[in-house]
């Protein structure tokens, strides 16, 4: 009884000095819409989902968003928002700087209802595109 109560306290001191590393999480997408915004400032319907093969990786260690299409985007994370779980839907939210220096906001969103299927959302002032991803894990 002794040595296991030792053994015990090994495992919880062994799992106490443990380092976890943030592993990139990639996805990849199955196809992509968007939508820009009209004259009188409200949006436009969604375009027609289209074929998309690419791969979204987030690296929050590196605090960076990519999305390797045929020009790579990058999306540097300025600031990450506060996570929304409810029973409906799960959204992660980002706000970034592009490559080109534009603002944005992405947002990782699962829809739980729906065999919680995934989406990306890339939100600009004028343009909004969404990509139906797969995690990649």
Known sequence: MKNLKFLFLLVIMGLGFQTS??????FKTSSVSFTDKKNDGTWNEWSDFVKANVMITLDAKKDLITINS???????????????????????????????????????????????????????????????????N
């Open 70 to 136: 045929a020009e790579v985007q990058s999306f540097k994370i300025k600031a990450y928002g506060e996570i929304e779980d409810n029973a409906e839907v799960n959204i992660v939210p980002f706000e970034c700087v592009d490559n080109k220096f534009s603002k944005c906001k992405i947002f990782i969103i699962t829809k739980k209802k729906e065999n919680n299927r995934m989406q990306i959302y890339i939100n600009y002032n004028e343009v909004k595109f969404v990509y139906n991803v797969y995690n990649d």
């Open 21 to 26: 590393y943030a592993q990139p999480i990639r």
